[in-house]
């Protein structure tokens, strides 16, 4: 029986962030570190990082590189961290014990870089020697056919991969071992612990907060810049530049502010990403009583209503062990027959990066585990010209045993999750399991209409 939909004035619930960043202890890092090495087949580990590509690192290390390229080189015996000049006086947020070697190749162009090891030298001073079999880590994955090439694909610098192709001898040597790290089946960011989830959460809370300010804010008149005056940015280090795009290009939906005036009846998306969270909204600059004419007509029937349902159907779809394939096949199923489609994966694996992996693909058998920290991500494609719809937020999967582990550690956090919880429930009557934990404030909250934030779409 399908459950009827309606715009309800639930209120907005309460946007709670906590003040304090939570932090993951010396010995997860160490554990990690071990795990990686256990995980592959290799005599040494290089791991690549620079500010896009920072989030391997910075799992393993806490190191998220400031304007130039590392190198984290894992042997069984040895750890050592490549950087340049700028990176040095960085190095004291790191809270395990690594061997460095300044590298001055690696720092930026006009700075004296003579006077130490080249990329090659410092590699071999690390121990890494001609016949050693050495695995990367880059920044994703290729699929066997996505690579014509006579040597493993590998996503990093083609002057680092060239190096240690030297530096082994024989180029079959050096192997891409990312997936260790960013498989949804088995990669070792796949499955986030108590502390990493706390670490997270303190970032999603923020961009549901900080998106729900935009939309307050967001009134015709108004520029798309000035939108983010009210906004309490502290300084959190962003998973993507800040989105805000209204009217005609409101399809251009990553770009970032502009100068335009929002105008009534507007077509807007805002969205915020910091690490390990992200917060989405798409609606219409309107009241719900709004005569806004014939271009908007049958908006809420035809595109907010569908779409919602699919977004409360995707969270009551989440459950340990269920096939990411089946979520897939669910929600793409349920969106057929409408005037629009989900144009990426229903959904997706976050971290410090916006978008890890995702077991939620077609066909695919990786099931929803405990430790997977999710975005909700349903992005409504082939919809009309003046209409959007967005809804995304961040949830985490826990068993009984990581629940139990998130409520000891972390009980403030713990009382926010069952609050969350509780609205998703009682307010908006979508039965969520008890292995989904909001790390947003306003999960599924989703007002179409940027003049009515109070009013959001609920089941009756």
Sequence with gaps: MTRSIELA??????????????????????????????????????????REHAAGLVFLCNLDPCLEEVLLVLGRDRRTLLVGKEDVGYLPIVPIDLDVILCPTLSLMGIDRSGGPTVGQALRDARVAAGDRIGVVGWKTLAPGESSGSFTPIFA????????????????????????????????????????????????????????????AARPGVTERETFVGVPWGGEPLSYHP??????????????????????????????????????????????????????????????????????????????GAPGGDVFAKITGLLDGEAFASSLNPGHLIHYEEWLDSPIRAGSSDPIASGMVFQSDIIPTGIRPGWTANCEDTVAIADADLRAAVEARHPELWARIETRRAFMRGSLGIDVRDEILPLTPTPAYFPPFWLDLDRALVYA
């Excluded at 795990?35 to 040494?44: F, I, K, M, S, T």
């Excluded at 240690?164 to 796949?190: F, H, K, M, Q, W």
């Design 157 to 216: 610098p083609a002057f680092v991969v060239d190096t240690l192709r030297e530096i082994a001898g024989r180029p079959e040597l050096v192997v891409d071992v990312t997936a260790a790290l960013t498989s949804p089946r088995s990669g070792l960011r796949s499955f986030c612990s108590a502390d990493q989830i706390a670490v997270f959460e303190w970032g999603a809370s923020r961009c549901s907060a900080y998106v729900m300010e935009i939309l307050r």
């Design 243 to 320: 989105v805000l795009a209204s009217g005609p290009d409101v399809a251009v939906g990553l770009r970032s502010p502009s100068s335009r005036r929002f105008e009534l009846g507007d077509a807007a998306i805002a969205g915020i990403g910091l690490w390990g969270g992200n917060c989405a909204r798409g609606g219409l600059v309107a009241a719900a009583d709004t005569e806004l004419g014939p271009q908007s007509e049958g908006y809420l029937e035809r595109l907010a209503v569908p779409y919602w349902r699919a977004m409360a159907t995707w969270y009551e779809s989440l459950e340990l």
């Design 9 to 50: 004035d639930v209120g907005m619930p309460p946007l709670d962030v906590p003040e304090e960043l939570p932090a993951v202890a010396a010995g997860e890092f160490e554990e990690r570190i071990a795990a990686l090495l256990a995980a592959v087949e290799v005599d040494h580990v290089v791991v690549y990082g620079d």
